[in-house]
């Protein structure tokens, strides 16, 4: 009796277990052995000789003289009369060659040219749609802040000052907050959303009260790899302290993983070979103002790996040959050349974690684009 591949007895007890808490389909793994030769996957491992209609090998898994280790090519199973060690392909490469459940899946795959499809956990879905939500109300935000840019000459006046045309601030989507307290509820009637607190757009007051958290700044949509907006920056109109605000991290942005201006430099990165980190927002646009569209600006003061491998591999990969710069600009007078330095110096070392050619180069201080 060939007995149902997706048994116990089947898969080994491990394996069954390990394919019950995997997010791989069952009747994908049935497909699977449908296709895969477990005579041949064994045989990599265990040599087998035929032996009328099957093959058999002494038993990897107990010590014998007597081969008493079988494989049955019509059944794709294996069989011990020895020690009663008893699976299929996939139970084998987790019994013997000490695979993963995902793992041996994933080879067998690979091998008879079929793709793993996965179904998410209700937890995976759960966090997938908080962060819908989440990436829904940022984008809401940033259309208001962006229509709200018309209404303040102070904001305008502010990006003319720093150079900036009115085509530049329409595609980095530069808005403005206004200096009212609950601002947002113009866009977001229920002012009391969750949502919008898990957004970083609104906080939670003493006493109750919510109020926004970017009051009277020009503000930058920060967007991700998929050009979703994931947090803002705000630079301060009044004096206000701080001079910059970013979204504080959320389930969707983290300051230390992401670089401000990626998203629309992607190619520029690409077609040059080679990626500009500079410090701040305003100096992404400056430059991209200037011509210079592969430049992108962490969003503190220091570099960290993620930053290195976030930059596309275009640019990583012609690097190794000797394109990739990682210059820097002193922005901040007070900060000067020494700051420069060594930001440059942590993002040469972590470049380096990358690729080992990567060379950074600090530009002289009359070069800086936006001081
Ligand atoms: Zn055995």
Known sequence: ?????????????????????????????????????????????????????????????????????????????????????????????????????????????????????????????????????VTRVLLAAAK???AKLKDSPR??????????????????????????WQALEAVFPDYGDAALVEAGLVINGDGGKRYDRFRDRVMFPIHDSRGRVIGFGGRTLGGGDPKYLNSPETAVFSKGRELYGLFLARDAIRDAGMVVVVEGYMDVVALAQHGIEYSVATLGTSTTPAHATATPPAARQRGARSKTRFPCWPTARTRGFSFCRTATTRTISYASAVESSSRARSLPRSRSPNT
Do not use: W
């Open 1 to 133: 009796m060939r007995p149902d591949p997706e048994s116990p007895a089947a898969l080994g007890a491990a394996a069954a277990q390990a394919a019950f808490k995997s997010m791989i389909p069952h009747d994908f793994i049935s497909t699977l052995l449908g296709r895969v030769d477990i005579v041949e996957v064994i045989d990599r491992y265990v040599p087998l000789k035929k032996a009328g209609a099957n093959y058999q090998a002494c038993c990897p898994f107990h010590s014998e003289k007597t081969p008493s280790f079988t494989v049955s090519p019509t059944k794709q199973f294996y069989h011990c009369f020895g020690c009663g060690a008893h699976g299929t392909a996939v139970g084998f490469l987790m019994e013997h060659a000490g695979k993963a459940f995902p793992e041996a899946v994933e080879e067998l795959a690979r091998e008879v040219g079929l793709e793993v499809p996965r179904v998410e956990s209700a937890g995976e879905k759960e966090r997938r749609d908080d962060t819908a939500e």
């Open 155 to 180: 904001a305008i006046e502010y990006l003319k000052r720093r150079g900036l045309t009115g085509e530049m601030a329409a595609r980095f989507g530069i808005g403005y907050a206004t200096d009212a």
């Open 144 to 146: 208001f802040y962006r």
